[in-house]
């Protein structure tokens, strides 16, 4: 007899199907179907019970039981003897007793092992779609889908697997590798394009860093990798200034390009970089400055442009010279000017530790350092009476026919055009504003303007400079706009880097004058996805600023430009939900990033009560995106200007406390708690919150006494945490099946009200002893509603389960927890669900599912952008494979989650890595470089101020033999924090 499942239910009796006539029950169909997929075919009676007659009269479901049995043996018996088909014994029914029925799910998963190629030939559709309602079928049926999926990406059958799932980021790079290589590069970008936008649509994210990586590669036509976007105008002349830009740049050298604004630098600087990209291994990279105006924000605006992560530690620079000191690429630093001690900072320490990067800067003056090559960039050649066309008439020309397709160059208008280059000094921005007019005027007419505007400089008595050149073409342009194009370009200068079109209209004016301006070329234009951004170049926006002050208009424009940016991050702080579901999208302020600065710079000198709000509606978009150093720093400026108490400076100071906490500060956190409660004196939620930021880093007789004579969900939830900080599982278990309770009649569109808290380092099975593994961040730093809340309710459950040994329960709670996230749209809170499902399940031994669950949370965390979390999933996964006795991968991935915690100052991310190394190492049996590790987390975690954390990590290294003072210490604070599991434990250490 042989069961098929894949594709829709049927059954072979002796090789002839059973006719669907002969299943006179359905129920009798779906008793077979439970069967033939439950472990050893078998199932408790009242599983059973439950699961086909749900809610019905106990005696009447037994009866239909027996009645449904009766109907499928007789349907799978046919004429002869049932035997041993589906006996009930003992309150167990099997499907056959005399041995397994075979299966087609069985045998395709046993072939999916052991011969891919066999097992997608057997899976001949989804598992009973028939019954795709079933919850009973629901995940089986997704997880025979993923393996399929991964079995034809295996294979390089990608196409095939996209129509599994259309998702599918590994099948889409694949796919793109073969479009590549097959000369079809287009195709292979379209197909990222494609995924990028249904990924929008879909769940609002942007495809993981492997697949954005690929599609980066790809849009450079020669080797390597390169951030240097295509030109969208052509490039003219300079050939004998590439090479010699070429000649000057030697390995780990400096080269500065200087000249005045407008002389080409920038363009130059790209095109030679362009022209280098197979030249170096590991890239060329762009790194734009202009937008920079706090120069210690230049390390981590330098480690953007390559695709590293910000800084997290107090020395953004040292992070950013660690990531560079092995590899091999040229960097290009353009527009230093207004930054030269911070760029002077940065080369320096380039040049001292990373032999292989060679720095290209652009500035209007030179760095100053040692062993720099200045190169100043000369205007393009003009003619010179000859005749011969140079290269300032050939780009003259070139931006002519961008706006007057029919231009040509001949007899009648050769002697104006030349003219028109010598007047402008072969400067090429001053050509540029200048061709752009040929819409409507003729060479002859813009020369003649040109020659009034240079005389009137003449006659002023200022020498004519290259610079005083430009000047006047610049205003000479100005003049010739009308005025409500004028007023606009100089409201414009408010911006910082670029902007929307709708920022241009809310705070400056409407869409049609700023087209006007792009035709004249003194607005860029930029693409982003399907929208246009905008922005000026650096030279105007300077002259624009200057028209702006000059017509009294700085202090309007700046203000709303202010709140305009405001209200951008009101409307994205996902604390200021407006539903009981909080989503985050912190990836959707990273274009604005510099505008916001911006905004916040103005706020603080001018309107402080505006930049406490700003201030407060950015810190979960610093805290997702791993900026801890620039908010914190943002946030210690805006608590000393708005000094008055009010509840939302209490808020930002909790903020506060929280980007310190994840710096590694922990003893920060009491004295900036203790200030929010002042500044909230009256606010029962301000005195909650503080016992939360006490919760890791003060004794929990404290925490528990805040949550004395509070009658709300925050206080249990409260007080749930510190049972199961304090390891007492049943008070915890207790507790919080009582909260889950709770939560479930709270209204589910209640605002949010419920900070998420994790246990962080939880206990895992290691041979016949448990050892502390760093699974997740304590303070999440999300404030959810109830429906959220009891999924993180849930997983926090599971916490108290495992630290009673009880993984089936524990393993039921995050699934609860998994489930419930998938329904809402909330993929930051189902990665924490996954990942922490995926850690259960390892505890549990159930390996594969583990392996799915965490790189599925892995997944989601690296679209969020949500860099601690992603190390901590990525060490996850390398606990999985040491458990699984693949100790080599262990250390790779455990190392890798060290590398990047390192790389950026990440402290309690490197605490926690070289904890998880440790127990990979165990793992291993390796128990001297268990030892060794382990001591190095206990110093990291000395001086961060986390208690419990520190103690388990004492306690460790104490019992692998470590130094006496381990064990005394860890002793001292289980004691102080009265840790139900850790002290009885350090008491037996002597």
């Known amino acids: 007899m042989r069961i098929r499942l894949l594709g829709g239910f049927g059954v072979d009796r002796d090789g002839v199907a059973v006719e669907a006539r002969e299943w006179r029950l359905r129920k009798a169909r779906t008793l077979v179907k439970l069967l033939a997929l439950a472990p050893e075919q078998r199932m408790h009676r009242d599983v059973l019970l439950e699961t086909l007659w749900p809610g019905k009269d106990a005696s009447a479901a037994v009866n239909n039981l027996h009645q449904a049995l009766h109907v499928a043996r007789r349907a799978l018996a046919g004429d002869g003897d049932p035997g041993e088909l589906l006996k009930l014994r003992d309150d167990v029914v099997v499907l056959h007793a005399g041995g397994p029925v075979e299966v087609d799910v069985l045998r395709f998963e046993r072939m999916a092992v052991e011969d891919p190629r066999a097992a997608v030939g057997l899976y001949a559709g989804d598992l009973l779609p028939e019954d795709r309602f079933e919850d009973w079928a629901v995940r089986r049926r997704e997880e025979l889908r993923h393996t399929y999926g991964e079995l034809l990406v295996d294979l390089g059958?990608?196409?095939?697997?996209?129509?599994?799932?259309?998702?599918?980021?590994?099948?889409?790079?694949?796919?793109?590798?073969?479009?590549?290589?097959?000369g079809r590069r287009s195709e292979a970008l379209a197909r990222y394009e494609r995924?990028?936008?249904?990924?929008?649509?879909?769940?609002?994210?942007?495809?993981?860093?492997?697949?954005?990586?690929?599609?980066?590669?790809?849009?450079?036509?020669?080797?390597?990798?390169?951030?240097?976007?295509?030109?969208?105008?052509?490039?003219?002349?300079?050939?004998r200034e590439i090479g010699e830009v070429h000649r000057l740049l030697t390995r780990g050298g400096l080269l500065t390009l200087t000249g005045v604004g407008?002389?080409?630098k920038t363009r130059l600087a790209e095109e030679a970089a362009r022209r280098q990209i197979s030249k170096y291994r590991d890239g060329v990279w762009f790194a734009d400055l202009a937008r920079v105006a706090d120069p210690r924000l230049v390390p981590d605006t330098v480690a953007a442009a390559l695709g590293l992560d910000p800084a997290a530690g107090e020395n953004a620079l040292r992070s950013l010279v660690g990531r560079l000191r092995d590899r091999t690429l040229l960097l290009v630093l353009d527009n230093c000017e207004h930054l030269l001690t911070a760029c002077a900072e940065l080369t320096v320490a380039v040049r001292r530790s990373c032999p292989g990067v060679t720095l290209l800067a652009t500035s209007r003056e030179p760095l100053h350092v040692p062993g720099e090559v200045t190169f100043r960039v000369p205007s393009l050649e003009v003619p010179d009476g000859s005749g011969g066309e140079t290269a300032s008439v050939r780009l003259f020309v070139e931006r002519a026919r961008d706006v007057r397709v029919d231009f040509a160059l001949n007899e009648t208008n050769a002697g104006d055009v030349a003219e028109i280059c010598r007047r402008l000094d072969g400067i090429p921005l001053a050509l540029e504003l200048a061709a752009a007019r040929?819409?409507?005027?003729?060479?002859?007419?813009?020369?003649?303007?040109?020659?009034?505007?240079?005389s009137l400089l003449r006659r002023q008595g200022a020498e004519v400079t290259r610079h005083a050149t430009l000047r006047a073409a610049l205003e000479w342009s100005h003049a010739l706009l009308d005025p409500d194009e004028q007023a606009l370009l100089r409201r414009l200068a408010v911006f910082a880097g670029s902007f929307s079109l709708?920022?241009?209209?809310?705070?400056?004016?409407?869409?049609?004058?700023?087209?006007?301006?792009?035709?004249?070329?003194?607005?860029?234009?930029?693409?982003?996805?399907?929208?246009?951004?905008?922005?000026?170049?650096?030279?105007?926006?300077?002259?624009?600023?200057?028209?702006?002050?000059?017509?009294?208009?700085?202090?309007?424009?700046?203000?709303?430009?202010?709140?305009f940016f405001t209200r951008l991050a009101v409307d994205n702080d996902p604390d200021r939900s407006v539903s009981g579901i909080v989503v985050e999208r912190p990836q959707l302020l990273d274009i604005d990033h510099d505008n916001l600065r911006a905004a916040l710079g103005w706020a603080v000198r001018h309107d402080p009560e505006q930049a406490l709000l700003l201030g407060v509606s950015l810190w979960r978009y610093w805290l997702a995106r791993g900026h801890f150093m620039e908010g914190a720093a943002w946030l210690q400026r805006i608590l000393g200007v708005a000094e008055t108490p009010s509840p939302l400076r209490s808020r930002a100071s909790f903020a506060l406390a929280i980007l310190e906490a994840r710096k590694g500060l922990g003893a920060r956190l009491r004295p900036l708690a203790d200030a929010a409660v002042a500044d909230d004196a009256q606010s029962e939620d301000a005195r909650l919150m503080r016992g939360f930021l006490l919760l890791g880093v003060a004794d929990l007789d404290e925490v528990e006494?805040?949550?004395?004579?509070?009658?709300?969900?925050?206080?249990?939830?409260?007080?749930?945490?510190?049972?199961?900080?304090?390891?007492?599982?049943?008070?915890?278990?207790?507790?919080?099946?009582?909260?889950?309770?709770?939560?479930?009649?709270?209204?589910?569109?209640?605002?949010?009200?419920?900070?998420?808290?994790?246990?962080?380092?939880?206990?895992?099975?290691?041979?016949?002893?448990?050892v502390p593994v760093f699974e997740e961040s304590w303070l999440l730093g999300r404030r959810v509603g109830a429906v959220q809340g009891h999924a993180y309710a849930c997983s926090a459950l599971a916490y108290a389960h495992r630290l009673a040994g009880d993984i089936p329960a524990a393993l039921d709670s995050t699934e609860r927890a998994v489930e419930e996230f998938a329904r809402i749209d909330d993929p930051a809170g189902l990665a924490h669900a996954?990942?922490?499902?995926?850690?259960?399940?390892?505890?549990?031994?159930?390996?594969?599912?583990?392996?799915?669950?965490?790189?599925?949370?892995?997944?989601?965390?690296?679209?969020?952008?949500?860099?601690?979390?992603?190390?901590?999933?990525?060490?996850?996964?390398?606990?999985?494979?040491?458990?699984?006795?693949d100790a080599a991968e262990g250390r790779r991935l455990a190392r890798r989650a060290l590398d990047r915690g390192e790389a950026v100052d990440d402290g309690p991310g490197t605490g926690g890595a070289l904890l998880n190394l440790a127990v990979v190492e165990l793992f291993?049996?390796?128990?001297?470089?268990?030892?060794?590790?382990?001591?190095?987390?206990?110093?990291?975690?000395?001086?961060?101020?986390?208690?419990?954390?520190?103690?388990?990590?004492?306690?460790?290294?104490?019992?692998?033999?470590?130094?006496?003072?381990?064990?005394?210490?860890?002793?001292?604070?289980?004691?102080?924090?009265?840790?139900?599991?850790?002290?009885?434990?350090?008491?037996?250490?002597?």
């Not at 099948?171 to 590549?180: D, E, K, S, T």
């Not at 936008?197 to 495809?207: C, F, H, I, S, V």
């Not at 207790?734 to 709270?746: D, G, N, V």
């Not at 470590?962 to 604070?973: D, S, T, V, Y």
């Open 157 to 182: 059958e990608h196409e095939r697997a996209l129509t599994v799932d259309p998702l599918h980021e590994r099948a889409v790079r694949g796919l793109m590798r073969q479009l590549a290589d097959a």
């Open 195 to 239: 995924l990028r936008d249904d990924l929008a649509a879909e769940y609002g994210t942007n495809p993981d860093d492997e697949t954005r990586d690929l599609f980066r590669e790809l849009l450079v036509e020669k080797s390597g990798k390169s951030n240097l976007g295509e030109s969208l105008t052509s490039f003219v002349g300079r050939e």
């Open 262 to 264: 407008g002389a080409g």
């Open 438 to 454: 040929m819409s409507h005027l003729e060479p002859a007419e813009i020369a003649e303007r040109l020659t009034g505007a240079l």
């Open 502 to 563: 709708t920022a241009a209209e809310q705070i400056c004016a409407d869409e049609n004058v700023l087209g006007r301006l792009v035709d004249k070329s003194l607005v860029q234009v930029e693409r982003a996805g399907d929208r246009s951004r905008y922005r000026l170049l650096e030279t105007i926006r300077q002259l624009a600023r200057e028209r702006l002050v000059a017509a009294g208009e700085a202090a309007e424009f700046e203000a709303a430009h202010c709140a």
């Open 705 to 770: 006494k805040v949550t004395e004579n509070t009658d709300n969900a925050t206080a249990r939830w409260l007080a749930a945490l510190t049972a199961l900080f304090r390891e007492d599982v049943p008070i915890a278990r207790e507790r919080f099946a009582a909260f889950l309770r709770e939560l479930e009649m709270i209204n589910p569109d209640k605002l949010p009200f419920l900070p998420a808290v994790t246990l962080c380092v939880p206990l895992a099975p290691l041979h016949d002893t448990t």
């Open 834 to 885: 996954l990942n922490h499902l995926g850690c259960v399940e390892r505890d549990a031994r159930r390996f594969d599912a583990a392996e799915k669950h965490l790189r599925e949370a892995l997944r989601l965390r690296e679209q969020l952008g949500d860099r601690r979390a992603e190390n901590l999933s990525l060490a996850n996964l390398g606990l999985l494979a040491a458990a699984a006795g």
């Open 924 to 990: 291993a049996g390796e128990r001297d470089r268990a030892r060794t590790l382990i001591d190095q987390a206990t110093r990291s975690f000395e001086d961060q101020g986390y208690l419990r954390v520190e103690a388990w990590a004492r306690l460790l290294a104490a019992e692998l033999g470590a130094p006496g003072e381990h064990a005394a210490k860890a002793r001292a604070i289980f004691r102080r924090l009265g840790c139900r599991i850790g002290l009885p434990r350090a008491l037996k250490i002597r």
